[in-house]
Structures are given as structure tokens and as C-alpha cells.
Nanobody
Framework: QVHLVESGGGLVQAGGSLRLSCAAS????????MGWFRQAPGNEREVVAA????????YYADSVKGRFTISRDNAKNTVYLQMNSLKPEDTAIYYC?????????????????WGQGTQVTVSS
């Protein structure tokens, strides 16, 4: 069982930045593909970014390419999402998730463990 805890959400103006963190309890964190997903009211949960266990492979949704960066520190059992040039349409609850599947998958149902989510609100 992997316990994931997100932090770093908040309220920011359009054009601003936030850095989300997701800390994992599992000592074998480096074995997991990690993903960031988001869900806005009335919308389905969608992938934002994913990263392979070693960090060598990454995936980004088209909507965030060039603005968001996913990274991980396996020594700290933590995955990050740096979000720059934020837009009001980025407003959502952001979740991190873990799966043993490789290469990185963008399908939510293929992730085994989920955090509780952190709210990101971007004002115009």
C-alpha cells in the first residue's frame, strides 16, 4: 500500500506559478510511475503529466506543454509539478497517483494509488 500526500495548492493570479509536491510513504517509490491528474467541477479526471520510475521519460498533456514540468526525487520519495504561466482554465483539484506500469500511462484507471488531492485556483 502506497500512501500519497499532495501539498502546494492554493490561489494564484493568472500568469503566476505554483509548485505541487507529492510525498510517498513507500520505500520502493523509485519503482513506480507517477502521474499528476486534475479534475474540475463537472469534468472528468484528466492526465496532466506522468514520469517514469527513473525520471527519464515524461509525458505532458497538450494543454500544459511548455508551462508545466514534472520531476521526481527518488531519494526523498517525492514527485513535483512545477506550474508556470497559470491560466484560469487550470483551476481544478490536482491529484498525484502511482502505478507499477511502465512506460508511463495516462489512463487514470491504470493507476493503483491516489492522493487526496490539492485545490489549485487561478483567478483572472
Amino acid at each position: 500500500q502506497v500512501h500519497l500526500v499532495e501539498s502546494g495548492g492554493g490561489l494564484v493570479q493568472a500568469g503566476g506559478s505554483l509548485r505541487l509536491s507529492c510525498a510517498a510513504s513507500e520505500s520502493t517509490f523509485s519503482s513506480y510511475t507517477m502521474g499528476w491528474f486534475r479534475q474540475a467541477p463537472g469534468n472528468e479526471r484528466e492526465v496532466v503529466a506522468a514520469i517514469s520510475p527513473s525520471g527519464g521519460n515524461t509525458y505532458y498533456a497538450d494543454s500544459v506543454k511548455g508551462r508545466f514540468t514534472i520531476s521526481r526525487d527518488n531519494a526523498k520519495n517525492t514527485v513535483y509539478l512545477q506550474m508556470n504561466s497559470l491560466k484560469p482554465e487550470d483551476t481544478a483539484i490536482y491529484y498525484c497517483a502511482a502505478t507499477v506500469r511502465v512506460p508511463p500511462t495516462i489512463i487514470p484507471s491504470q493507476y493503483d494509488y491516489w492522493g487526496q488531492g490539492t485545490q489549485v485556483t487561478v483567478s483572472s
